[in-house]
């Protein structure tokens, strides 16, 4: 039954741009448009009010979404009496609310499993990967890192006074993997250990070291102990975590992920506080065994954090293994816990004196 | 309600943007702020949020557009593209960096670049293609044909061109690429032209690309020059640690520099707007532009300022302020005969964009 409310409105069909002319009919449940003749009914519970410019008030109705409906005012106002909830937000606001709260637990069980659940799994992850697997990408990540980072020009006549020191370390500690070592210019005081048991020390870390091999040999332990523990891989496995995060955040082309892995690599991997810990610790052993002092590697902490202490715009300059670590204090009391007092040093004069020579400019211009 | 009731007539219609800034800045606002809690999911729903907003503000002959896109369309098409195309790019980077030498990586990271390179006009075909299937005008769809393939390396192909020719190839290149995407667009079966009219090519594209670039050239260097003969001799020289005040210095004489810039490139943003808006005809109707010179530089300050002090939150609002610009200045000029005009019979992408988004491409609109 059509009530005698009965208004002109125009009419697209959804079939052609034409627009046509009609009549509207507003019934209890839903609304009759007369199109010269032709009938078309919209039930309110599926209508859809469109929000816009122009004149006049605009409805879509499920039944043939391509359709348009507009009404002048006078239909409007009798619509509005007739089925408020076409105009009720609130479905769509609670839509909406339960789309956001979905959103933001899938957020967070992403994020969980991405902060906690990759580092979580990148230890298990590094120590079942074949080591040949690592000792190759080790290889080739350092291939990468000196194109970015030149190696010193008497890094091979310095490398091999130090190599049978390093390969006796290695042994002793159980290390896992033979020690390809290199020295790389950086002005920065640093040392690092890439995944396969490839270590570099940086120009800076020579110079600043260069009165005291016990201490030089005391950081390259600490490096063993990264390599010990496969922390290079590890970190590999939690950038690459992180990179996946990145390429979902931004929406990005894959470069992201590669700029985390690399730059992590590059960043001197920085490894978590226990991961450090654990270093230190399989540091000192080492050394012991190799009948060496442990309280070298406290001289070496001491001239590092005198070195980023000389200049606060220094900080930066810290390498990420003792800049990641508040404690710095501690690291040093507990390496000369170990001290002892008849340790031997590994390196003698003759040796090192080619050794600190490994990036100077002496050497460079030779 | 509209007057344009009568079936059958031939109508001359106005292009008319009536957004408000505020409405806009609430929708930035609360995308930025409900992005920050969902590791940026919701950035689909605000972008959409945005477009229906925007096209429901426009309209043609007094019929506003509709935007019918949805959120979920654009998060399914992100997951479609992130995993069957950007992850496996990801790690096959990944896996040639790790597992081969320098030179092996180099031989399988060149030809997947340049693929990517190619990747982004197909994705840029894509969500054009997606976005106009999603926007109608009297319950009519627009559509888009063609072959993404065939326009991702075209547009490859220019840039390669544009990059040998120092840039002198970009204007024509620009307009090419138009041309391929207008060209294979409809207003429902009725297919939208690409032609080189008379008004169209009274545009000075190349008179003002010749001001842009060499403006540019002569700006920058006399700013270098300038930076070189006053603080930079004893501050540059020393070495990398630059003071803050010279720093600041670098900054403060670059602002004028890059207005002047702007306004050298203003022109032939105008110019290459108006160009390719009189080129298109639908119907028995031809589109035209007047935007100015002024409209651009204008809006190019402004926007830029509104982004600063909204923190970012303008950035949709400052998009708005650019297509309200162009559609206001826009007019359609001619008869369309919309009885004429059947629905669109080309199939609609099911879902979209995913492509772009999994390339950092998309844009708000």
Known sequence: ?366 | MSENNGAGQAESLEVKNISTIGSMLWIGFYTILLNLVTLTFFRFWGRTHFRRRLWSDTSVGGEPLQYTGKGLELFVGFLIAIFSLMLPFAALVLAAQLLLGPEGFVIVIIPLYLALFVLFGIAIFLARRYHLSRTRLRGIRFAQTGSATGYGFAAFGYGILTGITLGWFGPEARIRLSRKMWSKSYFGSEPIHFEDTPEAAKEPVYASFALAWFGTMVAYFAWIGIIIATAGAEGLANGSELDPAAVGYIYGTFIPVALLIAAFVSWHEAVMIRRIVKSLRINGANLSSRISTWDIIELSITNTLLIIFTLGFGFMAAQMRMWKRIANRMSIEGEIDFDAIKQSEIDAPSQGEGLADGLDLVSNF
């Open chain 1, 1 to 366: 039954m059509i009530l005698e409310n009965q208004f002109p409105a125009q009419f697209y069909d959804g079939k052609s741009a034409a627009s046509q002319a009609a009549t509207v009919g507003l019934e209890p449940d839903q609304l009759v448009i007369d199109i010269d003749g032709h009938r078309e009914v919209w039930t309110y519970k599926h209508l859809t009010h469109i929000v816009g410019a122009g004149d006049g008030l605009r409805l879509t109705h499920r039944r043939n979404k391509d359709a348009i409906l507009v009404l002048g005012s006078e239909a409007e106002t009798a619509l509005r009496a007739a089925a408020p909830e076409v105009f009720d937000g609130s479905r769509e606001r609670r839509r909406m609310t339960g789309l956001v709260i979905t959103m933001i637990a899938a957020a967070g069980i992403i994020g969980a499993g991405l902060f906690i659940g990759v580092p979580a799994a990148s230890g298990p992850l590094a120590h079942s990967t074949p080591k040949d697997f690592e000792m190759r990408m080790g290889k080739n990540l350092s291939a990468q890192i000196t194109t970015l980072m030149r190696t010193c020009s008497a890094s091979t006549q310095a490398v091999a006074k130090l190599q049978p020191t390093l390969d006796e370390l290695a042994e002793t500690g159980d290390v896992g993997f033979p020690i390809t070592f290199q020295f790389v210019h950086m002005s920065a005081p640093n040392a690092f250990a890439l995944p396969g048991g490839q270590v570099m020390a940086t120009s800076g870390l020579l110079e600043l070291l260069k009165d005291d091999p016990d201490a030089f040999v005391g950081v390259l332990a600490h490096e063993l102990g990264h390599v010990k523990a496969r922390d290079g891989m590890q970190a590999l496995y939690r950038n690459a975590g992180l990179g996946i995060l990145l390429e979902v955040i931004t929406g990005g082309s894959g470069i992201a992920q590669q700029l985390v892995l690399v730059g992590g690599q590059i960043r001197q991997l920085r490894y978590n506080r226990r991961q450090e810990s654990l270093a230190d610790e399989t540091a000192a052993e080492i050394m012991l065994k190799a009948n060496m002092d442990p309280g070298a590697l406290a001289r070496a902490f001491e001239a590092l954090q005198s070195y980023g202490g000389k200049d606060d715009t220094r900080d930066h300059k810290i390498p990420g293994w003792l800049s990641s670590h508040p404690d710095t204090q501690k690291r040093i009391e507990r390496a000369r816990e170990r001290a002892v007092a008849d340790g031997v040093s590994p390196i003698d004069d003759a040796a090192w004196a080619v050794i600190v020579e490994a990036c100077s400019k002496k050497s460079e211009e030779e």
